[in-house]
């Protein structure tokens, strides 16, 4: 008889909630295989949630990916935030990640406290970037996690998610707290993103990778055209900015700049579909788009 149960098909939800630029998306598309989540060294990189599914035959977890939580200024951020909170309305099980290298933060304590209010559900600590902590300061930055989280038992794990590190052991701790039933997503599933979302996100990566600064945070992009014929599809794309000092920059001399970031896009963006790309990048100035819910809406950041 137990050993019925402990074969039973595990699955559900788990949201990944965090400040930004501690390591979510990277940890996300590491479980999943592929990358469903765009990554950069700049905070808040993901503006929307995302969903990524992991399949095994013994179990089945979509993760929701989610904005780092920050003080939202704009209109963007604002909504932002909200992504992030409904996320926990959905999930069996939260995965609060850290940047175990530092003690925590104002922002890691308005999360903590925001899980205590809004939910109930189990929160499991991640503490990511273990390979730039220091031994000593081990024990000090867990307790004083866990301690702000109220995490009891062993409902932690300390993992170097760029390297894969741990992370097994932290699927194993997530499994444990999903329940039994049937798997939500069809097996071959990875992702809730559309092609042409995931294609616009690969092009801002580029630009986030490439910029520094405010024009990471000014930037968005929006696919305009997609034509898939015959093992070739055709985008085309705009990348909005707030000034027209900054589409200069994005532009760079003799559209250098823009050529670079389409190379390295297009090269991801085939990764994704498997096949040819025509990739054409448009750089457009949009004074305010963070402020506008409309062209919030337009760029698929809203609900
Ligand atoms: N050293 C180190 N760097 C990491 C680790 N995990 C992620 N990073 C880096 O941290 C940066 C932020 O990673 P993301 O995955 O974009 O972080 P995020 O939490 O999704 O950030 P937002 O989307 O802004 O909320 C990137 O430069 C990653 O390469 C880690 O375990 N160790
Ligand atoms: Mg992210």
Known sequence: MTEEKQTRYRSGYVAL???????????????????????????????????????????????????????????????MIEQARMSLADANVIVFVADGS??????????????????????????NKMDQLKAEDVQRNLDAYKTMLGIEDDDF????????????????????????QSPMYPEDAFTDQSSRFL????????????????????????????????????????ILVEKSSQRAIIIGKQGQFLKAIGTDARI??????????????HVRVSEDWRMSPRVLRELEYGE
């Open 199 to 238: 294609a616009a996100e690969m092009v801002r990566e580029q630009i986030l990778i490439a910029t520094r600064q405010e024009i990471p945070h000014a930037v968005a992009v929006m696919v305009d055209e997609w034509d898939e014929q015959e093992g070739l599809t055709r985008i085309g794309a705009s």
């Open 102 to 127: 530092h003690h925590p933060g104002e922002m890691d304590k308005e999360v903590s406290k925001l899980l205590k209010r809004e939910s109930t559900i189990p929160v499991i600590l991640c503490m």
């Open 268 to 281: 991801e963006i085939e990764k994704m579909l498997g096949h040819k790309v025509f990739l054409q990048l």
């Open 17 to 79: 909630i965090g400040k930004p630029n501690v390591g979510k998306s990277t940890l996300l598309n590491h479980i999943v295989g592929q990358k469903v989540s765009i990554v950069s060294n700049k905070p808040q990189t993901t503006r929307r949630r995302v969903i990524g599914i992991a399949t095994t035959p013994a179990y089945q977890i979509a993760f929701i990916d989610t904005p780092g939580i920050h003080e939202p200024h704009t209109q963007l951020a604002k909504s």
């Open 157 to 180: 794990m300390l993992t170097t998610a760029t390297r894969g590190h741990n992370v097994d052991r932290l699927l194993e701790i997530i499994v444990n707290k999903l329940p039994e």
